[in-house]
């Protein structure tokens, strides 16, 4: 689910911008070399390589507009490009850090929501598949939370509450995975306690009548047929044409012959 991503060739296409080694003491591996430059010809010069899709290069001299002009106007704009270059060359914890720095310099001004925004988004776009470990995941979700909570009336939490649907499903397929896991190895308990949750937290999810044929397993295995049956009745209710449904049903069934 990551965007392409195009990266600066080589160091010698940053130097053609940025000049040579001037006068810089105590710089650490990677740095730009700093040349004092005014700020429209270095603001102009990150917005043409970012125009040109050399985007971890105009996230560079983006920096270095802020890093040399710091009480200029044009610093607090070059934070939040800083950040969207970051962003679409991929490097998404700088693209956080970027976008945080802004937001701790500037919290209320009229481009937090878009910073917020691209945060949300950088850890979104690190979603992993349900068979690792969902730490970013719950950090995409807390950050789409986090925007519509202080934004709500915006085109950014518009898009987020999507988003936040799909990383519910996604959280909810975690669980079932884990769930499916302890049902092979026979720990019902264990297995209930995740269908559970996906029933009771994620129940808008597209897992939940899964999640309630597999509690109807699970109680049934476990010698509770009245859970079982409570778990039916609510796959029944609400997915009446599903097939898990129909396989709830036939448990319920045929555990009612062997009784």
Not at 48 to 73: C, K, N, W
Not at 165 to 190: C, P, S, V
Not at 217 to 238: C, D, H, T
């Amino acid at each position: 689910m990551r965007i392409p991503i195009r990266r600066a060739a080589t160091a010698a296409a940053l130097a053609a911008v940025v000049f040579t080694a001037g006068c810089a003491t105590s710089r650490k591996k990677g740095d730009v070399p700093y040349v004092a430059r005014d700020v429209d010809t270095l603001y102009s010069a990150a917005k043409d390589r970012m125009d040109r899709g050399q985007y971890q290069t105009s996230a560079i001299l983006f920096d270095e507009v802020e890093r040399q002009h710091p009480y200029s106007p044009w610093a607090r704009r070059a934070q939040l490009m800083s950040a969207f270059s970051y962003y679409m060359a991929g490097d998404h914890q700088k693209s956080i850090e970027s976008a945080q720095r802004f937001l701790s310099i500037h919290p209320g001004n009229k481009d937090a929501p878009y910073a917020y925004y691209l945060i949300s988004l950088d850890y979104y776009e690190q979603i992993s598949d349900v068979t690792r470990d969902q730490k970013i995941t719950s950090q995409a979700l807390d950050a789409m939370n986090e925007l519509i909570r202080r934004y709500p009336d915006t085109r950014y939490a518009t898009d987020a509450r999507l988003k936040v649907d799909l990383i519910n499903d996604h959280l909810g397929g975690k669980e079932m995975e884990i769930g499916r896991f302890y049902q092979r190895r026979g720990q019902w308990l264990a297995s209930i306690v995740r269908f559970r949750k996906v029933v009771d937290q994620y129940q808008s999810s597209s897992h939940t009548p899964e999640a309630l044929e597999r509690l109807t397993e699970s109680y049934l295995a476990l010698g509770i047929p009245e859970e079982a049956n409570k778990a039916a009745a609510v796959l029944g209710n609400n997915y009446p044409g599903s097939k898990w449904y129909q396989r709830s049903y036939d448990l319920i069934q045929k555990h009612s012959r062997g009784a």
